[in-house]
Protein backbone atom coordinates (compact mmCIF):
# COMPACT_ATOMS: atom_id res chain seq x y z
CA UNK A 1 0.00 0.00 0.00
CA UNK A 2 1.19 3.32 -0.84
CA UNK A 3 0.23 6.30 1.38
CA UNK A 4 -1.21 9.39 -1.33
CA UNK A 5 1.66 11.50 -0.73
CA UNK A 6 3.81 9.32 -3.34
CA UNK A 7 1.51 10.51 -5.96
CA UNK A 8 0.63 13.84 -7.40
CA UNK A 9 -3.51 13.48 -7.22
CA UNK A 10 -3.73 17.13 -8.53
CA UNK A 11 -2.03 15.27 -12.01
CA UNK A 12 -5.14 13.31 -12.81
CA UNK A 13 -3.74 11.82 -15.99
CA UNK A 14 -0.26 11.01 -14.46
CA UNK A 15 -2.30 9.45 -11.02
CA UNK A 16 -4.54 7.22 -13.09
CA UNK A 17 -1.43 5.80 -14.78
CA UNK A 18 0.81 5.17 -11.87
CA UNK A 19 -2.27 2.82 -10.50
CA UNK A 20 -2.52 1.40 -14.19
CA UNK A 21 1.08 0.29 -13.61
CA UNK A 22 0.26 -1.09 -10.13
CA UNK A 23 0.19 1.58 -7.92
CA UNK A 24 -2.46 1.34 -4.66
CA UNK A 25 -2.88 3.98 -3.05
CA UNK A 26 -4.24 4.56 0.23
CA UNK A 27 -5.97 8.48 0.09
CA UNK A 28 -6.82 9.62 4.18
CA UNK A 29 -10.38 10.30 4.74
CA UNK A 30 -11.92 13.07 3.60
CA UNK A 31 -15.44 15.18 4.27
CA UNK A 32 -16.86 14.23 1.09
CA UNK A 33 -15.74 10.50 1.96
CA UNK A 34 -16.80 11.07 5.67
CA UNK A 35 -20.00 12.10 4.93
CA UNK A 36 -20.63 9.46 2.35
CA UNK A 37 -19.99 7.02 5.22
CA UNK A 38 -22.55 8.76 7.54
CA UNK A 39 -25.53 8.81 4.90
CA UNK A 40 -24.91 4.89 4.18
CA UNK A 41 -24.57 4.07 8.26
CA UNK A 42 -27.75 5.64 8.62
CA UNK A 43 -29.04 3.51 5.96
CA UNK A 44 -27.43 0.67 7.56
CA UNK A 45 -28.28 1.26 11.13
CA UNK A 46 -32.25 1.74 10.20
CA UNK A 47 -32.39 -1.80 8.63
CA UNK A 48 -30.69 -3.55 11.70
CA UNK A 49 -33.10 -1.51 13.64
CA UNK A 50 -30.65 0.24 15.93
CA UNK A 51 -28.11 -2.92 16.25
CA UNK A 52 -24.39 -2.26 16.16
CA UNK A 53 -23.49 -2.95 12.51
CA UNK A 54 -20.47 -3.97 13.79
CA UNK A 55 -22.01 -6.95 15.84
CA UNK A 56 -24.38 -8.36 13.30
CA UNK A 57 -23.13 -11.52 13.02
CA UNK A 58 -24.12 -12.04 16.80
CA UNK A 59 -27.86 -11.96 15.90
CA UNK A 60 -28.26 -13.45 12.50
CA UNK A 61 -26.55 -15.90 10.34
CA UNK A 62 -24.93 -15.57 6.88
CA UNK A 63 -28.02 -15.97 5.13
CA UNK A 64 -29.77 -13.64 6.93
CA UNK A 65 -27.40 -10.85 6.47
CA UNK A 66 -27.39 -11.28 3.19
CA UNK A 67 -30.78 -10.79 2.66
CA UNK A 68 -30.62 -7.87 4.68
CA UNK A 69 -28.23 -6.43 2.41
CA UNK A 70 -29.51 -7.12 -1.41
CA UNK A 71 -32.39 -4.48 -1.42
CA UNK A 72 -29.73 -2.14 0.44
CA UNK A 73 -27.38 -2.55 -2.63
CA UNK A 74 -30.33 -1.87 -4.91
CA UNK A 75 -31.41 1.44 -2.64
CA UNK A 76 -27.72 2.93 -2.89
CA UNK A 77 -27.15 2.24 -6.16
CA UNK A 78 -30.12 3.99 -7.83
CA UNK A 79 -30.88 7.14 -5.20
CA UNK A 80 -30.03 9.98 -7.25
CA UNK A 81 -28.52 11.50 -3.64
CA UNK A 82 -25.90 8.97 -3.99
CA UNK A 83 -24.91 9.41 -6.86
CA UNK A 84 -24.11 13.34 -6.05
CA UNK A 85 -22.02 11.97 -2.60
CA UNK A 86 -20.14 9.75 -5.26
CA UNK A 87 -19.06 12.84 -7.33
CA UNK A 88 -18.16 14.75 -4.88
CA UNK A 89 -16.26 12.19 -3.74
CA UNK A 90 -14.33 11.68 -6.99
CA UNK A 91 -13.61 15.59 -6.93
CA UNK A 92 -12.20 15.28 -3.60
CA UNK A 93 -9.83 12.73 -4.70
CA UNK A 94 -9.06 15.07 -8.16
CA UNK A 95 -11.34 12.63 -10.89
CA UNK A 96 -13.51 14.74 -13.18
CA UNK A 97 -16.99 12.97 -13.02
CA UNK A 98 -17.84 14.04 -16.56
CA UNK A 99 -15.15 12.13 -17.63
CA UNK A 100 -15.71 8.89 -16.09
CA UNK A 101 -18.67 6.14 -16.08
CA UNK A 102 -19.16 3.83 -12.63
CA UNK A 103 -19.97 1.09 -11.84
CA UNK A 104 -22.39 2.08 -9.25
CA UNK A 105 -22.03 2.18 -5.26
CA UNK A 106 -21.77 -1.12 -3.76
CA UNK A 107 -22.64 -2.01 0.03
CA UNK A 108 -20.20 -5.10 1.57
CA UNK A 109 -20.26 -6.75 4.40
CA UNK A 110 -17.84 -9.42 6.06
CA UNK A 111 -19.12 -11.48 9.08
CA UNK A 112 -16.85 -12.44 11.86
CA UNK A 113 -15.97 -16.00 10.97
CA UNK A 114 -18.41 -15.85 7.46
CA UNK A 115 -15.42 -17.66 5.75
CA UNK A 116 -17.32 -21.00 7.44
CA UNK A 117 -20.53 -20.38 6.53
CA UNK A 118 -21.90 -22.70 3.53
CA UNK A 119 -22.05 -20.48 0.02
CA UNK A 120 -19.67 -17.99 1.52
CA UNK A 121 -16.67 -19.78 -0.45
CA UNK A 122 -16.57 -17.51 -3.46
CA UNK A 123 -16.79 -14.18 -1.83
CA UNK A 124 -13.02 -14.98 -0.50
CA UNK A 125 -11.71 -16.57 -3.55
CA UNK A 126 -8.54 -14.18 -5.14
CA UNK A 127 -9.21 -12.86 -8.52
CA UNK A 128 -8.77 -9.78 -10.58
CA UNK A 129 -12.18 -7.86 -11.16
CA UNK A 130 -11.25 -7.77 -15.01
CA UNK A 131 -11.80 -11.67 -15.26
CA UNK A 132 -15.41 -10.74 -14.55
CA UNK A 133 -15.73 -8.72 -17.72
CA UNK A 134 -14.76 -5.46 -16.71
CA UNK A 135 -12.07 -2.99 -18.51
CA UNK A 136 -8.39 -2.85 -18.26
CA UNK A 137 -8.87 1.02 -18.06
CA UNK A 138 -10.80 0.13 -14.46
CA UNK A 139 -10.33 1.81 -11.34
CA UNK A 140 -11.42 0.45 -7.98
CA UNK A 141 -12.68 2.80 -4.91
CA UNK A 142 -12.83 0.34 -1.28
CA UNK A 143 -13.70 2.82 1.41
CA UNK A 144 -14.53 1.09 5.35
CA UNK A 145 -17.63 2.26 7.20
CA UNK A 146 -15.70 1.63 10.04
CA UNK A 147 -11.96 1.80 11.10
CA UNK A 148 -10.87 -2.06 10.30
CA UNK A 149 -7.88 -4.65 10.88
CA UNK A 150 -5.63 -6.24 8.26
CA UNK A 151 -8.17 -9.46 9.70
CA UNK A 152 -11.14 -7.26 8.28
CA UNK A 153 -10.10 -6.18 4.78
CA UNK A 154 -8.61 -8.01 1.63
CA UNK A 155 -5.09 -9.11 0.56
CA UNK A 156 -3.09 -8.03 -2.56
CA UNK A 157 -0.72 -9.89 -4.35
CA UNK A 158 1.33 -6.98 -6.85
CA UNK A 159 3.78 -8.91 -7.13
CA UNK A 160 1.26 -11.06 -9.13
CA UNK A 161 0.33 -7.77 -11.04
CA UNK A 162 2.19 -8.78 -14.46
CA UNK A 163 2.38 -12.91 -14.09
CA UNK A 164 -0.24 -15.08 -15.29
CA UNK A 165 -2.93 -16.28 -13.22
CA UNK A 166 -4.40 -19.77 -14.00
CA UNK A 167 -8.36 -18.76 -14.16
CA UNK A 168 -11.20 -19.72 -16.34
CA UNK A 169 -12.06 -15.87 -17.62
CA UNK A 170 -12.21 -16.74 -21.00
CA UNK A 171 -15.46 -18.86 -20.11
CA UNK A 172 -17.13 -15.76 -18.06
CA UNK A 173 -20.45 -13.90 -19.60
CA UNK A 174 -21.12 -10.57 -18.14
CA UNK A 175 -24.63 -10.78 -19.92
CA UNK A 176 -25.57 -14.37 -18.62
CA UNK A 177 -24.06 -13.92 -14.94
CA UNK A 178 -26.48 -10.31 -14.88
CA UNK A 179 -29.78 -12.26 -16.36
CA UNK A 180 -29.23 -15.07 -13.96
CA UNK A 181 -27.86 -13.09 -10.78
CA UNK A 182 -28.39 -9.82 -11.26
CA UNK A 183 -25.81 -6.81 -11.04
CA UNK A 184 -24.45 -7.50 -7.04
CA UNK A 185 -26.59 -11.22 -6.88
CA UNK A 186 -29.93 -8.54 -6.82
CA UNK A 187 -31.59 -11.28 -9.07
CA UNK A 188 -31.05 -13.75 -5.94
CA UNK A 189 -30.41 -16.62 -9.13
CA UNK A 190 -27.28 -18.31 -9.39
CA UNK A 191 -24.19 -18.37 -11.67
CA UNK A 192 -22.03 -21.15 -12.28
CA UNK A 193 -18.73 -19.08 -13.39
CA UNK A 194 -17.15 -16.59 -10.97
CA UNK A 195 -13.20 -16.80 -12.45
CA UNK A 196 -11.12 -17.58 -9.44
CA UNK A 197 -7.45 -18.96 -9.00
CA UNK A 198 -7.22 -22.06 -8.20
CA UNK A 199 -7.96 -23.08 -4.48
CA UNK A 200 -4.23 -23.47 -2.28
CA UNK A 201 -2.51 -22.39 -5.40
CA UNK A 202 -1.54 -19.24 -3.88
CA UNK A 203 0.00 -18.86 -0.31
CA UNK A 204 -1.87 -16.22 1.82
CA UNK A 205 -1.52 -12.41 2.15
CA UNK A 206 -2.01 -9.82 5.11
CA UNK A 207 -4.91 -7.63 4.38
CA UNK A 208 -4.27 -3.81 5.58
CA UNK A 209 -5.64 -1.59 8.71
CA UNK A 210 -7.64 1.61 7.50
CA UNK A 211 -9.93 4.34 9.43
CA UNK A 212 -13.41 4.98 8.76
CA UNK A 213 -13.85 7.10 5.29
CA UNK A 214 -10.09 6.42 4.02
CA UNK A 215 -9.82 6.25 0.23
CA UNK A 216 -8.05 2.43 -1.26
CA UNK A 217 -7.92 3.52 -4.94
CA UNK A 218 -6.04 -0.05 -7.10
CA UNK A 219 -6.63 -1.03 -10.72
CA UNK A 220 -9.36 -3.52 -11.59
CA UNK A 221 -6.41 -6.33 -12.06
CA UNK A 222 -4.89 -5.92 -9.07
CA UNK A 223 -4.82 -9.98 -7.88
CA UNK A 224 -6.95 -9.73 -4.55
CA UNK A 225 -9.03 -11.68 -2.24
CA UNK A 226 -10.78 -11.28 1.20
CA UNK A 227 -9.22 -12.19 4.56
CA UNK A 228 -10.66 -14.57 6.58
CA UNK A 229 -12.02 -12.18 9.38
CA UNK A 230 -11.60 -13.30 12.76
CA UNK A 231 -11.73 -9.85 14.64
CA UNK A 232 -14.73 -10.28 16.58
CA UNK A 233 -16.56 -7.79 14.48
CA UNK A 234 -18.39 -7.44 10.81
CA UNK A 235 -16.74 -5.51 8.60
CA UNK A 236 -18.75 -3.11 6.48
CA UNK A 237 -17.88 -1.29 3.31
CA UNK A 238 -18.04 0.41 0.27
CA UNK A 239 -16.71 0.16 -3.34
CA UNK A 240 -17.30 1.71 -6.89
CA UNK A 241 -15.87 1.86 -9.85
CA UNK A 242 -14.93 4.42 -11.91
CA UNK A 243 -13.47 3.96 -16.11
CA UNK A 244 -11.65 7.02 -17.91
CA UNK A 245 -13.92 7.02 -20.60
CA UNK A 246 -11.38 8.40 -23.20
CA UNK A 247 -8.92 5.76 -21.89
CA UNK A 248 -11.01 3.18 -22.73
CA UNK A 249 -11.38 4.55 -26.01
CA UNK A 250 -7.79 4.84 -26.73
CA UNK A 251 -6.68 1.34 -25.10
CA UNK A 252 -5.18 2.50 -21.62
CA UNK A 253 -5.19 0.97 -18.81
CA UNK A 254 -3.27 -1.94 -17.58
CA UNK A 255 -1.63 -4.53 -18.92
CA UNK A 256 -3.86 -7.61 -19.59
CA UNK A 257 -1.71 -10.42 -18.57
CA UNK A 258 -4.43 -13.32 -18.43
CA UNK A 259 -8.17 -11.95 -18.74
CA UNK A 260 -10.25 -13.71 -21.52
CA UNK A 261 -13.65 -12.02 -20.57
CA UNK A 262 -14.54 -9.37 -22.94
CA UNK A 263 -15.20 -5.82 -21.16
CA UNK A 264 -19.13 -6.24 -21.94
CA UNK A 265 -19.85 -4.69 -18.14
CA UNK A 266 -18.45 -1.16 -19.81
CA UNK A 267 -21.76 -0.66 -21.50
CA UNK A 268 -23.71 -1.45 -18.59
CA UNK A 269 -21.83 1.68 -16.00
CA UNK A 270 -23.37 5.11 -15.76
CA UNK A 271 -22.52 8.54 -16.19
CA UNK A 272 -22.81 10.74 -13.16
CA UNK A 273 -23.73 13.79 -14.69
Given at each position: ???????????????RGSIYN???VQLPAT???????????????????????????????????????????????????????????????????????????????????????????????????????????????????????????????????????????????????????????????????????????????????????????????????????????????????????????????????????????????????
Amino acid sequence: MQPAEKHDVADNAAFRGSIYNGAIVQLPATPASLQLCAAVNEVIEAALQGKNPQRAHEVMDYNALSALVLPLRTDLAQTANFHGLLKTLMASAGFDAAEHVIDPLRLRSVMHNGHLSAGAEKAYALHRDTWYGNPQAQINWWIPLQDVSPAETFAFYPALFKTPVENTSRDFDYAQLVGKAGWQGTKGGTYANYPAAPANSIAPAAGFAAKKGDIILFSAAQLHGTCRNDSGRTRWSLDFRSVHMDDHAKGRGAINIDNGSAPTAYDSYLRLT
